[in-house]
């Protein structure tokens, strides 16, 4: 089935982006609002778009906690392990 942007951009397999909602795959008619993120998702709605911004900011968030978490745990490890004491860390290197 061939859509209106395969004649503006060539044949293709995947679907283009500006095919439908990146969040709720609802086809993106032509003389129909359609609601930008980051450059290349396109959504049907505000409500949807705003999902997909929200879900990011709470990804991005764990991501920092996470990293900060092994960054706190790292500089622990290392304050104990120049105290003397027996540091056993997640890492096994096998040679």
Do not use: W
């Amino acid at each position: 089935m061939a859509s209106h942007y395969n004649s503006f951009f060539g044949s293709q397999e995947e679907p283009h982006f500006l095919e439908s909602c990146s969040l709720c795959r609802k086809h993106l008619a032509l003389n129909s609002d359609i609601f930008m993120y980051r450059g290349d998702k396109a959504f049907c709605s505000k409500e949807c778009r705003e999902e997909q911004i929200e879900s990011d900011e709470a990804k991005e968030k764990r991501l920092r906690l996470s990293a900060r978490s092994l960054r706190k745990k790292s500089s622990e490890a290392a304050k104990d392990s120049a105290a003397g004491k027996t540091v056993r860390t997640g890492t096994l290197v096998v040679a």
